[in-house]
């Protein structure tokens, strides 16, 4: 199994970014008894989970505090500080495409300091 990573850009116009972060738990879904499932439990359950790499672009000085404040929102599985053209790069999960939508611009464009995002989901060939 090979693991692609197929670039997709999620921009969000700098008048619709929400300042502060945002903490409901946008990657969770429920279950069929009502209660809340995350994607470690999503997983058990035999159904899959959409993974992706968000590459961040932020204002000089803050790839570390942006890194840091991404890595506590729930469905990041990592976030590191990088050099490169993008300061800082995130792993993320979630149930699907549109809960992955959800989450970078929620929740994640909505960290302040980030300039641009994009977002590149895994695919297994």
């Known amino acids: 199994m ?5 670039p997709v850009v999620v921009m969000d116009p700098p008048w619709c970014r929400t300042r502060g972060r945002v903490r ?11 209660a809340e499932v995350g994607p470690l ?3 058990r359950k035999g159904h899959s989970v959409v993974q992706a790499f968000i590459l961040i672009q ?8 942006v890194a840091e404040a991404i ?3 729930p469905g990041v599985t990592s976030a590191e500080d990088v050099t490169g053209p993008y300061d800082v790069i995130v792993r993320a999960e979630a149930n699907s495409v549109d809960d992955l939508g959800k989450l970078v611009v929620a929740r994640v464009q909505g960290v302040q300091g980030i300039t641009r995002t994009l977002t590149c989901p895994v695919v297994h060939l």
């Not at 990657?27 to 069929?32: A, E, I, N, S, V």
């Not at 932020?58 to 570390?64: F, L, P, R």
Request: charged share 25%; hydrophobic share 35%.
């Open 2 to 6: 090979v693991d692609v990573v197929v």
């Open 24 to 34: 409901s738990p946008v990657p969770d879904t429920l279950g069929r008894s009502g």
């Open 41 to 43: 439990e999503y997983r």
């Open 58 to 65: 932020t204002e000089v000085g803050q790839a570390a505090s």
């Open 71 to 73: 890595s506590e929102i």
